[in-house]
């Protein structure tokens, strides 16, 4: 008999643009009051919060941190709810302390990042984000998820990677991989593949 194992994530993996993402968010923003939590390194204790999307200082231009999916990183969380950071003091920078918001101490809550353009050997691609819970997220993450599992990015497009991976593509980033931009699929654009790049149906041409 076969059993129905229920994934260790739920998530939805985007290209998209800020202009793609502000009226998507503001769907979910007018349903739950929200706060999206910096979740990268900073020196600053008080860790960068901002309470709509649209305040994000987010320029479409992805920072790179190893792997796609932690660019622009940012934790969802219902406003005013409590969340765990961590204090890390640099062994190489003496005297220097970082603070950083880990998932693994926050799995009540989403991960979010947005992707965006980045230089890969003089080439400008695209690389993508996500939205989704955490590795095996509590209850409470899984129903903070619901409304974006519901209504966030249906209406864009979804094509199919070389795994038939789906992937919501937003309106004006549809028409940045219609000018021929690789769009990067895999982890890593240092170790990307051409064959693994997302590519249009010839009907969307």
Same mark, same amino acid.
């Given at each position: 008999?076969?059993?129905? =194992?229920?994934?260790?994530?739920? *998530? =939805?993996?985007?290209?998209?643009?800020?202009?793609?993402?502000?009226?998507?968010?503001?769907?979910? *923003?007018?349903?739950?009051?929200? $706060?999206?939590?910096?979740?990268?390194?900073?020196?600053?204790?008080?860790?960068?919060?901002?309470?709509?999307?649209?305040? #994000?200082?987010?320029?479409?231009?992805?920072?790179?941190?190893?792997?796609?999916?932690?660019?622009?990183?940012?934790?969802?969380?219902? =406003?005013?709810?409590?969340?765990?950071?961590?204090?890390?003091?640099?062994?190489?920078? %003496?005297?220097?302390?970082?603070?950083?918001?880990?998932?693994?101490?926050?799995? *009540?809550?989403?991960?979010?990042?947005?992707?965006?353009?980045?230089?890969?050997?003089? *080439?400008?691609?695209?690389?993508?984000?996500?939205?989704?819970?955490?590795?095996?997220?509590? $209850?409470?993450?899984?129903?903070?998820?619901?409304?974006?599992?519901?209504?966030?990015?249906?209406?864009?497009?979804?094509?199919?990677?070389?795994?038939?991976?789906?992937? =919501?593509?937003? %309106?004006?980033?549809?028409?940045?991989?219609?000018?021929?931009?690789?769009? #990067?699929?895999?982890?890593?654009?240092?170790?990307?593949?051409?064959?693994?790049?997302?590519?249009? %149906?010839?009907?969307? #041409?």
């Amino acid at each position: 008999m076969n059993i129905r =194992k229920e994934p260790i994530c739920l *998530e =939805k993996d985007i290209f998209t643009t800020r202009n793609d993402l502000l009226p998507e968010f503001r769907k979910i *923003e007018n349903l739950i009051d929200l $706060q999206y939590i910096f979740s990268d390194r900073t020196q600053d204790i008080n860790i960068p919060t901002y309470d709509h999307f649209g305040d #994000i200082p987010l320029d479409d231009n992805a920072n790179m941190s190893g792997i796609y999916t932690m660019t622009n990183p940012y934790m969802i969380i219902p =406003k005013g709810a409590t969340y765990h950071f961590s204090t890390i003091h640099r062994t190489d920078k %003496p005297g220097v302390t970082e603070y950083k918001v880990e998932m693994n101490n926050n799995l *009540e809550y989403l991960t979010c990042s947005f992707g965006g353009w980045y230089k890969h050997n003089d *080439e400008l691609v695209y690389i993508a984000g996500l939205i989704g819970t955490f590795h095996n997220a509590t $209850q409470n993450a899984k129903e903070l998820y619901k409304p974006f599992s519901r209504r966030f990015c249906n209406s864009f497009v979804t094509l199919k990677d070389w795994r038939d991976w789906p992937w =919501k593509v937003g %309106p004006e980033a549809l028409e940045i991989l219609r000018s021929g931009t690789r769009f #990067i699929t895999d982890h890593s654009p240092a170790q990307s593949q051409h064959s693994h790049d997302l590519v249009l %149906p010839p009907e969307l #041409i």
